[in-house]
Structures are given as structure tokens and as C-alpha cells.
């Protein structure tokens, strides 16, 4: 053996143009979100005790709509499917992908959040109307003074920057933090308490009337539950997943203290994430009708009226970690995909898709997903 070894930093880890990783680099990033459950720094994964057996609708009952034909049609569609109940009413996949098959759900990963706090508060654990160093002592200024509330709704204005087309924007740094990429050469790896510590903040009061979207608070949350719940928050994912009936499994990426990244590290399939639809669709219990999340959390999070979305989304509030118009619920997810839930009916509808443009996001894009699957929930 002669010569010393070549070793490299990990080629889908390391930073490259546009302050990317190489998965999320609009050439590579198809492929990224198709199999970020494999290319994390770290993660987890869990399979649920029991399936929800899915049965396929009958032909008069399949949803053909001209919403689904133009979400479908679209170049960065790849899984669309529709339950109600354990019927498959709608079901389609992009010619180089398949529903069974896992894709980064991004944010709609937060909506984990309502469910897990919702149970702490229903404990006793946490208060709503509490502050953020009630229970980290330690937080920088960028959440300290704030409530838990206003973090639940996206309502603290601080330092924190995600603007997806800045290559500098605070959300990518962020993602060393969730393990989704590498620090640069010789730099450690930030915890994800240390990144929330570091941001900084003057009143924190929102004044641009409607909601601050910001992952880092639902990183906030994550350390919060942490510190509050008698048990790991793996288990609680756990818990979460048992209630849903995976067939296949959750991937979720860990931060380097083994926390999961619920801001955004989730990867399901898309009949996988259907049926995580309905535990809501449920109201919240799971499909044996045992109550696993908090109604009257899950209840108040609809009928309240928080700060709306930016327009043209601003039909939509969010409230304790959903997006909701009162009746529809559900979350968002960056790169192109939606999770809605329709409370009336118990239709659950998960949307994946990947946009390849240098910023991997398009509000116009990212409202006709959100208004089409509107318009299938509410014509069914």
C-alpha cells in the first residue's frame, strides 16, 4: 500500500453553489427529495405497530377532477393521494416516482408539532401563555420575551431570516443544525440549542399583519417539549405513528443532539402521509377510535383567529402550528407540497411535488397547490 488514503467531505453533505448542499441544488434536487430519507447526517426511523389496511375505492366513487389533472400535470408533480376514511379515492404518481415510495414532506413535518404539544398541554406541562425562558432559561434574545402562543402561531418577529431565494438567508444555516448538511471546513456542528440561542431580537412584537413564518420557532417548540415531557420525543413520534398505521415507514433527520428535526426532517410516502392526514380527519384519535391527541386543543386551533397567511393565501389562518380556514387544515412544505385534511368530510389529501428552480419555491406556485387542493376538497 502505497500513498496516503483521499478523503473527502461528504459529496451530498458539502456546500456548494448557491450555499446548497448538494441534494437541495436545483440540478440534483428531484432526486434529493426522492431520497432525502437516505442522505441526512443522521436520522431516524419508525414503523407503526399496526397498518391501516387501505382499501381501494369503487369506480364510481374514484375522484377524477379537473384540480387533480392540472396538480398532476404539472413538471414538478410526483405523488398525489386522496383518502376518505381507509378508501383510496384518488391516486396518482409522476412516471419516475410511486406513492409507496418515501419523499421529503419538508415543513408539513411541523404539523407533528400540534399534535405533540397539544398532548403536553393537555398534561399539565406546558402553558400557552407562558414565556419561551420559563422553560429555556438559557434562549437568546430572539425568543426569550416571547410567549409560547405567539410561537405556536408564527406571531414573533426577531432576526431569523427565511427567504429561500437569499443564499445567506439564517434557514440554511439552519440546516447544519437539523442535519441536513455540512458546516464549512473545520467548523463544528451547532446543536440545534445552540443555532436557536444565537438568534437575536428586539421586542419581538409581529407588526406586519399576518403570520412571521419562521422554522426556527418550531425549533424553539422542539427544545420546549424536550424540557417539559416526561418521555423522549422519539417516543412521541412514536406514538404519532401508531396512531397513523404507516405501512412503510417514517424517516425523520436528528439534530447532533438526537433531537428529531420536526421543523421540517420528515419523509413519507404519499399514502403514508394520507393516512398521517387522518388523525386529524379523526379528530384526533387513532383508526381503533382511541383519543391520542388533544380535541379540545385540535378544537380551539380551528374556530380561533390568529394572524392569516401572507396573500393570496390569507384565507388561510395559522393557528398552533396548521394552517386552517376554520373547516380545512393542514400545512405547507417547501419545494412544492401540501398536506390538507377536510374536518367536515374526513378526506385527507397529500400533495409531493419538487420544483427545480434555483430557489426550490414559488409563491404562485405554492398558492395553486394550496386553492386546487381546496377545490377537491370541498367538490367530493
Not at 384540480?67 to 378508501?87: E, K, M, N, T, W
Not at 437539523?178 to 431580537?201: K, N, Y
Not at 404507516?246 to 394520507?274: K, N, R, T, V
Not at 389562518?317 to 380556514?325: G, W
Request: with cysteine.
Amino acid at each position: 500500500m502505497t500513498g496516503d488514503p483521499t478523503v473527502v467531505p461528504n459529496p451530498d453533505l458539502a456546500v456548494g453553489a448557491g450555499n446548497k448542499q448538494r441534494w437541495n441544488q436545483p440540478e440534483h434536487r428531484r432526486w434529493g427529495f426522492h431520497n432525502a430519507h437516505r442522505l441526512f447526517r443522521r436520522a431516524h426511523m419508525v414503523r407503526s405497530r399496526n397498518v391501516l389496511v387501505l382499501r381501494d375505492a369503487a369506480p364510481e366513487d374514484r375522484l377524477g377532477h379537473p384540480a387533480i389533472d392540472a396538480l398532476c400535470g404539472h413538471p414538478a408533480f410526483s405523488a398525489l393521494v386522496c383518502l376518505r376514511g381507509d378508501r383510496i379515492v384518488a391516486e396518482r404518481s409522476a412516471a419516475d416516482f410511486a406513492t409507496d415510495r418515501p419523499h421529503s414532506i419538508q415543513s408539513i413535518t411541523k404539523m407533528h408539532m400540534h399534535l405533540m404539544i397539544g398532548r403536553l398541554i393537555a398534561e399539565g406541562r406546558i402553558d400557552p401563555e407562558r414565556r419561551v425562558r420559563d422553560y429555556l432559561p438559557g434562549i437568546g434574545p430572539g425568543y426569550a420575551a416571547a410567549r409560547v402562543q405567539d410561537v405556536l402561531d408564527m406571531n414573533v418577529a426577531n432576526d431569523f431570516s427565511e427567504d429561500y431565494a437569499d443564499p445567506d438567508a439564517d434557514c440554511y444555516t439552519e440546516e447544519i443544525a437539523l442535519g441536513w448538511r455540512l458546516p464549512a471546513h473545520g467548523e463544528p456542528e451547532p446543536s440545534l440549542s445552540d443555532f436557536v440561542s444565537g438568534i437575536t431580537g428586539g421586542d419581538l412584537q409581529n407588526r406586519t399583519g399576518h403570520a412571521s413564518y419562521k422554522s426556527a420557532n418550531t425549533d424553539v417548540l422542539t427544545l420546549i417539549c424536550a424540557a417539559a415531557s416526561p418521555r423522549p420525543l422519539l417516543a412521541e413520534i412514536e406514538v404519532i405513528a401508531d396512531a397513523a398505521g404507516y405501512e412503510g415507514a417514517l424517516h425523520i433527520s436528528l439534530s447532533p443532539e438526537g433531537l428529531p428535526a420536526i421543523s421540517g426532517g420528515g419523509c413519507l410516502s404519499a399514502l403514508d402521509l394520507a393516512r398521517f392526514g387522518q388523525i386529524f380527519a379523526r379528530g384526533g384519535r387513532d383508526p381503533f377510535g382511541r383519543q391520542v391527541a388533544n380535541a379540545d386543543f385540535l378544537h380551539a386551533s380551528l374556530h380561533r383567529t390568529p394572524h392569516g397567511m401572507k396573500p393570496p393565501r390569507d384565507w388561510l389562518r395559522y393557528s398552533n402550528h396548521l394552517m386552517t380556514d376554520g373547516r380545512l387544515l393542514g400545512h405547507a412544505g417547501y419545494g412544492g407540497q401540501f398536506l390538507m385534511v377536510d374536518t367536515r368530510t374526513g378526506v385527507s389529501c397529500a400533495f409531493l411535488s419538487v420544483l427545480e428552480n434555483e430557489s426550490g419555491y414559488d409563491d404562485t406556485y405554492a398558492s395553486e397547490i394550496v386553492e386546487r387542493l381546496r377545490q377537491i376538497c370541498l367538490t367530493m
